[in-house]
């Protein structure tokens, strides 16, 4: 199965940016579909964004949209979050998933998870 390593996390000051990396290795990656999503202390995990096997396709959380920009670089086996003007209520442990297949796909459908970054927006 895919293995995913998640990088890029942090603290920063509401307002700022970052961008998150998420390393696959064990498959080969353009035939995952790939997700981010979110667990903020206390509160359930919340889907962020999808893409499908070639960044055509991609898809978000209605109250990110505008903010995070999800994409993916094939040949470096990699997938992004780029996150602008972080509020405080961004912080959480981010983390990178992906199922086999090359479409966009629903949140229940993500099989392969890494082990998260986290991410500390201070206001």
């Known amino acids: 199965q895919v293995q995913l390593v998640e990088s890029g996390g942090g603290l920063v000051q509401a307002g700022g940016s970052l961008r998150l990396s998420c390393a696959a290795s064990g498959r080969t990656f353009s035939n995952y579909g790939m997700g981010w999503f979110r667990q903020a202390p206390g509160k359930e995990r919340e889907f962020v964004a999808a893409i499908n096997w070639n960044g055509v396709s991609t898809s978000y959380a209605d109250s990110l949209k505008g903010r995070f920009t999800i994409s993916r670089d094939n040949g470096k086996n990699t997938l992004y979050l780029q996150m602008n003007n972080l509020k405080p209520e961004d912080t959480a442990v981010y983390y990178c998933?992906?199922?086999?297949?090359?479409?966009?796909?629903?949140?229940?459908?993500?099989?392969?998870w890494g082990q998260g970054t986290q991410v500390t927006v201070s206001s």
């Open positions: 998933a992906g199922t086999f297949g090359r479409r966009t796909y629903p949140p229940p459908d993500f099989v392969h």
